[in-house]
């Protein structure tokens, strides 16, 4: 979805290196959640906020955290880069003020540690 | 906690034939279910939903799925399959409207189309 654009697309970096990957929406949503995708293990939530002030651990937190710079901008931010967090990433929307009942999903960040 | 099973994490089907991709939920709530579609080196996009309006929900693409409370399923289903489904298959479930507080999903069912 072109409302919901993800930056960089592709990564290489090295183990022990800081990332930060960037997520921004054009779709006015106050909700936004990070995910990442593993083959065969579908997507698990890493992060979600639901405004400005407010970020919620997913069921897989630990090695992460994130800002929500503002209403439009959520990014996530590995520390200390460590292989296992080789996957690829997703940034996802939602309206609850509105009556979409969606997740509106970017095009994804593939990540590799090395 | 909820969960999801998706039943086959591949599934070969002919063109023109039944596509039929299992879905089981475990929630304590009333669930709100979806399917996602990935296909490749792109992001999901939403198939259908389920938010208890009606048990019988129509996507896009042809797609439908029905929601069974008493099998705790969500099976996606499509009369013909056309060469263009091949792709990856996400079935979802939240406890909260629209995945408020994020989703749980499968780990996912590739659909295979057979000339």
């Known amino acids: 979805d072109a409302d919901v654009t993800q930056t960089p697309r592709n990564r290489i970096t090295k183990t022990g290196k800081r990332i930060m990957l960037e997520c921004s929406q054009t779709?006015?949503?106050?909700?936004m959640y990070w995910y990442r995708q593993d083959p065969g293990l579908g997507l698990r939530l890493i992060y979600y906020?639901?405004?400005?002030?407010?970020?919620n651990k997913g069921e897989i937190s630990d090695g992460y955290s994130v800002s929500r710079q503002a209403q439009a901008k959520f990014s996530l931010s590995l520390e200390s880069a460590i292989p296992n967090q080789t996957a690829l990433y997703f940034c996802?929307?939602?309206?609850?003020?509105?009556?979409?009942?969606?997740?509106?999903f970017g095009p994804g960040t593939r990540l590799t540690v090395l | 906690a909820q969960s999801v099973t998706q039943l086959g994490s591949h599934v070969s089907v002919s063109e023109g034939a039944l596509v039929l991709l299992r879905c089981n939920y475990s929630?304590?709530?009333?669930?709100?279910l979806f399917w996602y579609v990935q296909y490749p080196n792109q992001g999901l996009q939403l198939l259908l939903k389920?938010?208890?309006?009606?048990?019988l929900v129509k996507g896009i693409n042809g797609f439908e799925a029905e929601f069974k409370k008493s099998e705790t399923s969500f099976h996606l289903t499509k009369p013909s399959a056309h060469m263009s489904d091949a792709a990856e298959y996400f079935c979802?479930?939240?406890?909260?409207?629209?995945?408020?507080?994020?989703?749980?999903f499968g780990k996912g069912t590739h659909l295979i189309i057979q000339p």
């Open positions: 389920y938010t208890s309006a009606a048990t």
């Open positions: 929630s304590s709530v009333p669930p709100y």
């Open positions: 906020s639901f405004d400005v002030k407010d970020i």
């Open positions: 779709k006015g949503h106050d909700r």
């Open positions: 979802a479930v939240s406890k909260r409207r629209g995945g408020a507080d994020g989703l749980t």
């Open positions: 996802a929307t939602s309206d609850f003020a509105g009556e979409s009942d969606t997740q509106y």
